[in-house]
């Protein structure tokens, strides 16, 4: 397998612009969680899905920010409008189903670095 | 991460070996997780420890007492390559099962 793809690797906008991410799991995994990583505050849980569903959303800064799972092979997370203060790293990661998989280690994608101008 | 404490910055000389402390405060804890992120890179898997002891895997070996809220991996034979950043992630009740991340500890190996 691949690995976790995320797309893209690299972004650089204007603040007031749209920005979507892209994120496709590893292939049978049950969990996808979406984290945002800054000097500042580490490594933060934003949203995961079970089963393609959004299970906890708690994490997600502001209503500016949105993601869905339509399908169990891809995610997105849109950010609307774009701000300087979201400019982080945005990592996915998949993980099989919790109760299946003793260790529930999580695999994280190679992260889109953001930066909002 | 929420009530997760790591010191920020650590030195070690190559070939030495050092040891990263994580403490917590939780209910319902779940698991103990241990990760490496090189610079610029993904944070990989170190280890995992639920319940109280060592676990061994080469020269990282990982501590967990429960009672005390305390872990710490230990590093051995350190090599230049060991220079990056250590996550303590932390899987309980009260943070939803979900994974609550520490800060990290930079760790810079000299040679």
């Known amino acids: 397998d691949a690995g976790v793809i995320q797309s893209p690797r690299h972004e650089v906008t204007e603040m007031g612009q749209e920005v979507t991410l892209r994120c496709k799991p590893i292939s049978g995994h049950d969990y996808l969680f979406w984290y945002r990583q800054t000097m500042m505050r580490g490594l933060e849980l934003l949203i995961y899905f079970n089963n393609n569903v959004p299970i906890d959303d708690s994490g997600m800064p502001e209503d500016r920010f949105s993601a869905k799972m339509p399908n169990a092979s891809f995610s997105t997370l849109k950010i609307q409008p774009s701000e300087p203060r979201d400019s982080a790293v945005y990592f996915c990661a998949s993980t099989l189903d919790l109760l299946r998989d003793r260790v529930h280690e999580q695999f994280f994608g190679p992260g889109t670095r953001l930066t909002v101008l | 991460g929420q009530n997760i404490d790591q010191p920020t910055e650590m030195t070690a000389t190559e070939g030495a070996i050092v040891q990263i402390n994580c403490t917590y405060q939780?209910?319902?804890?779940?698991?103990l997780f241990w990760y490496q992120q090189h610079a610029g890179e993904a944070p990989t898997f170190l280890s995992y420890n639920v319940l109280d002891g060592l676990e061994e895997k080469g020269r990282f070996s990982s501590f967990l007492s429960r009672s005390k809220g305390y872990s710490y991996l230990l590093l051995k034979e350190l090599q230049m390559k060991d220079s990056a950043s250590y996550l303590c992630?932390?899987?309980?009740?009260?943070?939803?099962?979900?994974?609550?991340f520490g800060p990290g500890t930079r760790l810079s190996v000299l040679p």
């Open positions: 992630a932390v899987r309980a009740e009260n943070y939803g099962q979900n994974f609550v």
């Open positions: 939780t209910s319902g804890f779940n698991g």
